[in-house]
């Protein structure tokens, strides 16, 4: 079975520190595309950062970047600088390249953002 | 540009009734992803629809079925509601293939009583 894993349910990061976001997968394919989604209360998705499985340089988007390790199938997410709007549920996905639009999204992390 | 418009925003229905909820993609958008998220199952795959046509399947009873017009505008209906059909409803577009961004609508929240 095609799985994404994110073992943190919930985390905590104060203003303007940093936060990384784990994120495992699990799929026999070579192709593919992984994602970072944010869900704020507002409950549309947004995406906030996009990886091609065939590029070895992690990707970076402003504040957010990846830590990208395809031997492993592992896909963390960073954010610098966290401010109060990050604030959100966050959801790691993986489409199969050739597989149409269907998107494995695993369970989510929680992401508080203190003072 | 307008985003993904889902419609009605929350809907209640009783068992056994069906529902049938809207999803209107981004302008050139040609294919139309449907997702449902409860807290226990978390966000699962229910059906694509790219040029009208089903282009790929969840796992879910045939209860559950869609229908994309020639304007792109995608329909989900549930027939004979179950309680355990209560969740949020959620519609992506995109442009082409799965190498593009998919886009989400803001859902729709179904109670089913």
């Known amino acids: 079975a095609q799985t994404v894993t994110q073992s943190q349910p919930e985390m905590s990061v104060q203003e303007a520190e940093t936060v990384t976001l784990s994120c495992t997968y699990d799929?026999?394919?070579?192709?593919?595309?992984l994602f970072w989604y944010k869900q704020p209360p507002s409950r549309q998705m947004i995406l906030v950062i996009r990886?091609?499985?065939?590029?070895?340089q992690n990707a970076t988007e402003n504040r957010f970047s990846v830590n990208f390790q395809k031997a492993a199938k592992s896909f963390s997410l960073k954010i610098s600088d966290s401010q109060l709007g990050d604030a959100a549920m966050y959801f790691c996905?993986?489409?199969?390249?050739?597989?149409?639009?269907?998107?494995?999204f695993g369970t989510g992390t929680q992401l508080k953002v203190e003072l | 540009k307008a985003g993904v418009t889902q419609t009605p925003r929350y809907l209640i229905k009783t068992r056994g009734q069906q529902v049938t909820l809207s999803c209107s993609p981004i302008?050139?958008?040609?294919?139309v992803s449907w997702y449902q998220q409860t807290p226990g199952q978390g966000l699962q795959f229910l059906f694509e629809?790219?040029?009208?046509?089903?282009?790929n399947k969840g796992n879910f009873p045939g209860r559950f079925s869609g229908r994309q017009f020639s304007n792109s505008r995608s329909e989900m209906n549930v027939s004979t509601l179950e309680l355990g059909d209560s969740a949020l409803y959620l519609c992506?577009?995109?442009?082409?293939?799965?190498?593009?961004?998919?886009?989400f609508g803001q859902g729709t929240r179904l109670t089913v009583v």
């Open positions: 990886q091609e499985a065939y590029k070895q």
């Open positions: 302008s050139g958008h040609r294919s």
């Open positions: 799929t026999s394919e070579s192709d593919y595309y």
């Open positions: 629809y790219f040029s009208e046509t089903q282009r």
């Open positions: 992506a577009s995109s442009l082409l293939t799965s190498n593009t961004e998919a886009f």
């Open positions: 996905a993986y489409i199969l390249t050739g597989g149409g639009n269907k998107l494995t």
